[in-house]
């Protein structure tokens, strides 16, 4: 079994900096995509970035320029630097992480439990 925990959440004023971190612990041979994930109230959840592990990274249109996603693969270990926040990115973020538990062995995704973070002033 694979635990992740998710910190950095949190409130943040327009134009602010969050980062947020997701580590991954238990059963894991080898990551593989690791992405992070949001919904806001009363919407569907939505990918904001991914991480791929040949090197790649994907963002959201509506985050393309302000967020970074990065990752510490020894550390099993996703971040999401999030920077000019603004009042619509208000949402519960999570991460998502595909894994090897076992050489050789099926892939399996995990999710984190959810992080708030709000922007507002």
């Known amino acids: 079994q694979v635990q992740l925990v998710e910190s950095g959440g949190g409130l943040v004023q327009p134009g602010g900096s969050l980062r947020l971190s997701c580590a991954a612990s238990g059963n894991i041979f080898s990551t593989y995509t690791m992405a992070w994930h949001r919904q806001a109230p009363g919407k569907k959840r939505e990918l904001v970035a991914d991480?791929?592990?040949?090197?790649?990274?994907n963002y959201a249109d509506s985050v393309k320029g302000r967020f970074t996603i990065s990752r510490d693969n020894a550390k099993a270990t996703v971040y999401l630097q999030m920077n000019s926040l603004k009042p619509e990115d208000t949402a519960v973020y999570y991460c998502?992480?595909?894994?090897?538990?076992?050489?050789?062995?099926?892939?399996?995704?995990?999710w984190g439990q959810g992080i708030q973070v709000t922007v507002s002033s």
């Open positions: 991480s791929t592990s040949g090197g790649s990274a």
């Open positions: 998502n992480v595909v894994v090897r538990g076992t050489a050789g062995g099926a892939l399996n995704a995990y």
